[in-house]
């Protein structure tokens, strides 16, 4: 399988999603990479259901 596939197989659930999903899925991965450089990411599961009662609403 070549790597362009592998790829496109990665990220089908996120390109099949709806557009709510997806939402949730992006600002979930930008606060991850925000908090990646902690040591100790504090508060991460707080601010992801903060970002799923947001997008819901």
Not at 13 to 29: C, D, F, K, M, W
Not at 40 to 45: A, D, E, L, Q, Y
């Amino acid at each position: 399988m070549s790597e362009e596939a592998n790829i496109t197989k990665v990220q089908e659930p996120i390109t099949s999603a709806s557009p709510e999903i997806r939402t949730i899925i992006e600002r979930v991965l930008q606060l991850e990479k925000d908090k990646i450089y902690l040591k100790v990411p504090r508060n991460i599961n707080e601010d992801i259901i903060k970002i799923i009662k947001e997008v819901i609403q």
